[in-house]
Structures are given as structure tokens and as C-alpha cells.
């Protein structure tokens, strides 16, 4: 195990290093002077303080060296200035992780709980009318754009009928119930696609378990059927499911860049929105590669979490 | 023994036989029969099939089937509800949304089936050739594939899509790179599909019988092995093609597609928000537009994953 984790660490290193050089590039590729781009135009006017500039980011020296002056900024948490508001770009984002990962985590838990129940029922009862409706429901829900389903949900519960705030954000320390009552609509909003995705993956896991010898040995030794399935293939069958869910996170990260708009929650993925609408170049570079290195970790922590779950892959 | 029976007919060892054009036609043909044949087997995949019909059939004809220009504005009819003379309705400047639907389409489905495309052209023979030389050469190229597999898809797009706004790229330009991106984006998982397939291709006793008669091996790699791998790179281009129409709809969404008078249903879709209180209805369409699209592939998709590989049916 402890082989196999260092291992994996070893192999995050290539994709951070394209998370960066791309990252990296991006500046460089916009048009303009990168000290323009990175400082901001009125500060930079002065011939004497650019030239300071240009030395403290090493733009008079070869590319590759550029980025090693980049990656060591950014390794002592140092993204540069945010070109809107002169604060750290580093606080900015800090102060806007609790508000996505709140999102998330309340987003995946209401997924799961909908989705495996949902899918072990319709896998259990193969080919019924149940197992039809949740087979069709799940393939309409991966289908739905989730900042439609976003958009319907404010028009007919904050619009029409006036039961929920259409949009904004308080934290769950202020005030409990209020704060709740934010957070319905968004939650169900990254839930609902990742609740379709992950009723199909259970549905087919739950299938594949329930082919194999060790339930029908099961079945023959007389176990009741529940404590066949509940208590033997669904635990089994939820390997393959939480492994796929938790790589599933990235495309939820992308998919809170939009919610978070449209529901104006404060969170990384309006940080960046808004970053890109304002031109706030230093931002948009840090936004983009915090939220990579995150789903890079996150794809670490899943892969080890399935060894630990699942010690038969060892073998392999 | 100068002569070997292969599926293509009679030909010679070490010459490569050229069909002529009724041939061609002849195998086209067999085989439109054999799929429709197919597609029957499959409850989704034919709902799905004709659905994208009915889909191709009102692109194709959107220059017929719209009376009205799709950016011209028109102050006399704001926000109308559906009526005879405009089916949907009219938005906040008076277009007609129907053919405003149908235009945005009409560019949509063309960036997703040639973004999809470049991915398949570019991964293809990427993963085949490297399943099928193996060795040092693949586990490189294999880590590169890992690498890319790994970075968050949506927020290269929106690198890319940032990049293509700050260097003025509007109309075919900006559509181009976002072809590049998304099929960019699409050609490690191609890779790993091809070569995952050619892997266990490769194995079987018709490419040793090529191997024994002295064919090249990058004869054997595209011509024979590859056609054999395609089934489960069509489905997953299928699948990837409802994907990326819900990519391009979401950056437009964010402002970050073509710029306004240009029909787009996501962008549609962000500017009905202001006015969809007054006027719920055209939230409505560009999203049901959407989401018939996404389903009509993501069920053409899933029956196909049925009939291709019988052994799948049941996930």
C-alpha cells in the first residue's frame, strides 16, 4: 500500500506539470505585455517600475526560466495581485473555498442518497415498470443542462410560487435555517445531474454483482433475499459507484462555475466568472489552476480510497 | 498459393486491391440496411434514431421552415407569446425564437459533430498504433494520454474560450477554436478506447494469418484491426457528441460564446433570465431545445452500446 501511494503521488507529477505549464501559457498567450496583463496598465506606466517589475518576474529571461519564477511564487502561495480589487489573489480565493465546498458536499449528499437506493431498486427489480422509470429518468436527467434545470427551478419555486430566494448566499454560522433555505435550490441543482449519473452507475454495478457465484452460494446457504442484497451485493456493488462518483467531482467543479452565477453564490466557480468578465487576469490563472490542483488531489484520494475499500485489486 | 480469399474478394498477396465505385456503393449500402435492421433490436436506440431524423430533418430545412430573420429586430413585436405567425413566441427584440431555435442549432450541432470528429481523427490513430506496437513507444505515449485524461475538462475550455474573446476572434474563428478545444479535449479518451480494443484485437488468428501472408503492419493496423475496434469508439462518440452540445451550450451560457445578435441556445437562454418573470416561456424553448438534442444522441447512444456488445445490455 504504502508502494502504491507514493506511486500514485509520483504519477500526479506529469499532470500538474501540464496543469501548470497550461496555466502557465495562458498569460503568455493573451495579447499585450504579460507586465500589462499581470500588473494592471496604470500601474505599470512608470518606465523606472516597470523595468523593477519586469526583473521581479524574470520577463527578461528565457521562457522556461519565467516559469520556474512562476511555479516558485505560486509553491510560497504568491499568485499576484488581483487586478480589480489590489488584494492578494491568494485571500480572494480563500475566502471563496468554504462557500463551494458547502455547495458540493450538501450537492453529492443528496445525490447519493436519492441515486443508491434508487439504483440498487431498479437493478433488483430488472426490467420492471420501476426499473424503466428510473432508467428513464436518470438518461432525461444526464441529458438536462443543469443551469436549465437551475433556471426552471427559480422560475417555478422562487418566481412562481415564492417559496425560496432565487439567489445569494449566508453562511451556516450566521444562521442556520435562513442559510438552508439558500442553499435548497443550488444543492438540488448540482445534485439532481450527479443523482442521474450515479443511479445508472449503481443500476449497472448492482447487475454485475448480482451475476456473480458468491451471491447464488449466498442464496443456497438460505440467507434471506434482503440479506443478500442489502447486506452483500450492494456493499460490493458500491465500490465501482463511489469510486466513479468521486471522479465525477471535476466536471461538478465545472458545473458550480455556472451555478454558482446564476444562483450569485460566492464561491470559486462566480470567483472565476467574474474574474474572466472583469479581465482579471491574475485571478482567472489561480481560480483555474486551485480548482485543478483540487480535482487532481481529489482523483488521488478516490484512487487510494478504492485500494483501501477494495484490497482484491492489490492482487491484480 | 498466389491467391488468398479475404473478406474483400479475390485479390493477390502484396498488392492492394482498389474498389471501384459500385463496389463501394454496393458495401455502403449492405451495410445503411444492415444498421436500420440492427436498430430495430433496440427500443432506445430507435426512439433516439428517430429523433435525430426528425432532428436533421429541421436543420436541413431551417432556411424553409423560418419566415423570419433570426437577428433582426423587430420593435413592433417584444416578447409575444406563441401565436400562429410565431410559433415560440418573440424575445425581449421582437425575433421570431423559433428560428432563432432552429439557426442556433443549425451552428451547434455543427461545432459538436466536427469537434467530435477531430477527436476520433486524432485519436484513433493514436491509440491504434499504439496498442498495436506496444513496447516503450506506448507506455510513453499512454502517460501523455493519462496526463491530459486527468485535467479537468471544462476548465481548459474555459481557458481556451477566455483566450479566443481577449484576441477579438468572433464568428468562424472563435467557433474553430472551440472545435480545436473540445476535440482536443475528446482525443484521450478515444486513445485509450482504440487501444484498449486493439490490445485484445490483436491477439485473434486473422492478423496472424495477415502477419504469415507478408502484409505491412501498418496495413494490418488500420485496415484490418481498426474496423474491427469501431464499435465502441461509435458509441462513445455518440454519447461525446450530447456531451459537447451541453459544453458549448454552458460557455455560452456564461457569456463566453459567440458574441449576441448570433442565435445561440445557451446565450438565448442567459438573456431570457431578465425576462422570464414576465414571460416564462422563452426560458422555456432554448432549453427544451437542449436537452431534445442531448437525449436524442445520449439514447442513440446507450441503444447502440446495446446492440453493438450484446454482454453490456443489462447497464
Not at chain 1, 512608470?46 to 522556461?64: C, H, N, V
Not at chain 1, 449566508?170 to 444543492?187: N, R, V
Not at chain 2, 459544453?247 to 457569456?255: E, H, M, P, Q, V
Request: some cysteine.
Amino acid at each position: 500500500m504504502l508502494i502504491y501511494t507514493i506511486n500514485r503521488i509520483l504519477h500526479m507529477i506529469p499532470v500538474l506539470f501540464v496543469l501548470t505549464v497550461v496555466v502557465f501559457m495562458f498569460i503568455q498567450l493573451l495579447p499585450g505585455d504579460v507586465i500589462d496583463t499581470l500588473i494592471g496598465d496604470e500601474e505599470a506606466e512608470d518606465p523606472a517600475t516597470r523595468e523593477l517589475l519586469m526583473k521581479e518576474y524574470g520577463l527578461d529571461k528565457p521562457i522556461y526560466v519565467q516559469y520556474g519564477v512562476w511555479i516558485g511564487k505560486v509553491l510560497q502561495g504568491d499568485f499576484g495581485k488581483s487586478l480589480v480589487t489590489r488584494r492578494p489573489v491568494a485571500l480572494e480565493l480563500f475566502e471563496s473555498i468554504p462557500a463551494t465546498v458547502y455547495l458540493a458536499v450538501v450537492g453529492i449528499s443528496i445525490s447519493m442518497l436519492i441515486a443508491i437506493p434508487l439504483g440498487a431498486i431498479a437493478a433488483v427489480k430488472r426490467n420492471s415498470p420501476t426499473d424503466y422509470t428510473a432508467q428513464i429518468v436518470s438518461l432525461i436527467g444526464i441529458s438536462i443542462p443543469e443551469f436549465w434545470f437551475a433556471i426552471m427551478c427559480v422560475l417555478f419555486f422562487s418566481l412562481y410560487l415564492g417559496w425560496l430566494p432565487s439567489s445569494g448566499y449566508m453562511s451556516p454560522f450566521e444562521d442556520l435555517g435562513q442559510s438552508l433555505k439558500y442553499l435548497i435550490l443550488p444543492a438540488a441543482a448540482v445534485g439532481f445531474r450527479q443523482a442521474a449519473y450515479t443511479t445508472r452507475l449503481t443500476r449497472s454495478s448492482m447487475l454485475d454483482e448480482m451475476n456473480k457465484e458468491y451471491v447464488d452460494t449466498a442464496r443456497s446457504l438460505g440467507f434471506s433475499e434482503k440479506k443478500v442484497i442489502y447486506k452483500y451485493t450492494l456493499r460490493n456493488a458500491m465500490i465501482p459507484t463511489i469510486t466513479i462518483s468521486g471522479l465525477q467531482l471535476a466536471n461538478l467543479l465545472g458545473g458550480t462555475v455556472v451555478l454558482e452565477t446564476i444562483f450569485a453564490w460566492p464561491g470559486i466557480g462566480q470567483a472565476i466568472y467574474l474574474a474572466i468578465i472583469d479581465r482579471d487576469y491574475p485571478l482567472i490563472q489561480a481560480g483555474i489552476l486551485v480548482l485543478g490542483v483540487i480535482v487532481v488531489i481529489v482523483n488521488l484520494l478516490v484512487d487510494l480510497l478504492y485500494r483501501v475499500l477494495n484490497p482484491r485489486v492489490a492482487l491484480n | 498459393m498466389s491467391e488468398i480469399h479475404l473478406q474483400g474478394g479475390q485479390r493477390k498477396v502484396g498488392e492492394i486491391h482498389i474498389p471501384t465505385w459500385q463496389e463501394r456503393y454496393e458495401r455502403v449500402k449492405d451495410a445503411l440496411i444492415d444498421a436500420v435492421q440492427e436498430l430495430y433490436k433496440s427500443k432506445t436506440a430507435f426512439i433516439g434514431g428517430m429523433m435525430l431524423v426528425v432532428l436533421a430533418i429541421l436543420l436541413l430545412l431551417t432556411p424553409v421552415l423560418t419566415d423570419y430573420d433570426p437577428t433582426k429586430p423587430d420593435y413592433s413585436a417584444f416578447l409575444e407569446p406563441p401565436s400562429v405567425e410565431h410559433i415560440m413566441g418573440t424575445d425581449r427584440y421582437g425575433r421570431d425564437i423559433f428560428s432563432r431555435v432552429l439557426w442556433g442549432g443549425r451552428r451547434l450541432v455543427v461545432i459538436a459533430i466536427a469537434a467530435v470528429v477531430f477527436g476520433l481523427s486524432l485519436g484513433i490513430p493514436y491509440g491504434v498504433l499504439s496498442g498495436y506496437y506496444g513496447g516503450f513507444a506506448d507506455s510513453v505515449s499512454m502517460r501523455v494520454v493519462d496526463g491530459l485524461l486527468a485535467f479537468p475538462g471544462i476548465l481548459l475550455y474555459l481557458l481556451i474560450v477566455t483566450l479566443a474573446r481577449e484576441w477579438h476572434l468572433e464568428g468562424f474563428w472563435n467557433d474553430l477554436i472551440l472545435v480545436f478545444a473540445l476535440g482536443f479535449a475528446f482525443f484521450p479518451e478515444v486513445a485509450r478506447l482504440a487501444r484498449g480494443s486493439v490490445l485484445i484485437e490483436k491477439q485473434k488468428e486473422y492478423v496472424e494469418a495477415s502477419l504469415t501472408i507478408g502484409e505491412a503492419s501498418l496495413y494490418i493496423a488500420l485496415r484490418q484491426i481498426l474496423p474491427n475496434c469501431m464499435s465502441p469508439l461509435i458509441v462513445n462518440a455518440t454519447v461525446r457528441l450530447g456531451f459537447v452540445i451541453l459544453i458549448i451550450a454552458a460557455l455560452s451560457f456564461l457569456g463566453l460564446g459567440t458574441p449576441p445578435p448570433t442565435p445561440d441556445w445557451g446565450a438565448d437562454l442567459s438573456a431570457a433570465r431578465d425576462h422570464m418573470e414576465s414571460n416564462p416561456l422563452i426560458a422555456i424553448f432554448p432549453g427544451l431545445a437542449i436537452c431534445y438534442t442531448v437525449l436524442a444522441f445520449n439514447l442513440f447512444g446507450d441503444g447502440l452500446r446495446d446492440i453493438m456488445d450484446p454482454r453490456l445490455s443489462d447497464r
